[in-house]
């Protein structure tokens, strides 16, 4: 099975706490790919390993077959990834230069069509002389993702996405989120306290516990007939944590 990314042999320790340990994680490409826990699991920490924001205690992290570390990514390949972060940090400017950003340290200067393009994908394009000051919680977030997508990334990294959002956000950045996949092919790797939308969005769907993979299934398997125990106390509010 093709991979864009894989884990080998994950340790990772805060001081003398292993946080995470990951015998094996292989991301497809152009796949959704939902990461579930509870609070503490892991999630974040999982992400920025594979992100390489991060290098491993021990492991491997591998993007297109090649094991790299952070300082060892090269440029080239380091602008085919992006993250959209829970809290969104935006620049004291208007919206448009916030997208603009990730074009700008790139060198590009005409990507006035992009960044329309990237707005009315997520339905601000109307606001693109706003200051990102003014806008709400929802707003800000899906000024992230534009930002995000005006960069065509081969992959997204989604940290909680939509967590303390109203429904109607949630809605709206979960339908950006589907098309990015569908329509610009973009691999998509998402953690999430949220089981339902992981089941909403996701192709496959991995849960971490006490920083430890448990299981990983198809959506459809993952939900309605999952293979350890752990894995059905999660979805039934059963496990204790």
Known sequence: ????????????RYGQRIVLRVP??????????AVVGPSG??????????????????????????????????IEL????????????????????????????RGSRNGKAAIRQALEEVRLAHLTD???????????????????????PELLFLDEPTANLDPGNVKLIEEIIRRANAQRGTTVVMVTHNVWQARRLAQRVALLYDGEIIEIATTDDFFHHPQDPRTRAFLTGDLVY
């Open 78 to 105: 380091r602008r085919r990834m992006t993250t959209v972060f829970q809290q969104p940090l935006l620049l004291n400017a208007s919206v448009g230069s916030n997208v603009a950003y990730g074009l700008r340290v």
């Open 24 to 33: 094996e994680l292989r991301i497809r490409p152009g796949e959704i790919f």
């Open 41 to 74: 699991a892991g999630k974040s920490t999982l992400l920025r390993l594979m992100n390489f924001l991060e290098k491993p205690t021990r492991g491997q992290v591998f993007f297109h077959q090649r094991a790299w570390t952070p300082r060892s990514l090269p």
């Open 1 to 12: 099975m093709e991979t864009i990314l894989r884990l080998e042999d994950i340790r990772h």
């Open 130 to 152: 706003q200051s990102a000051n003014t806008l709400s919680g929802g707003e800000a977030q899906r000024v992230s993702l534009a930002r995000a997508l005006v960069l065509n």
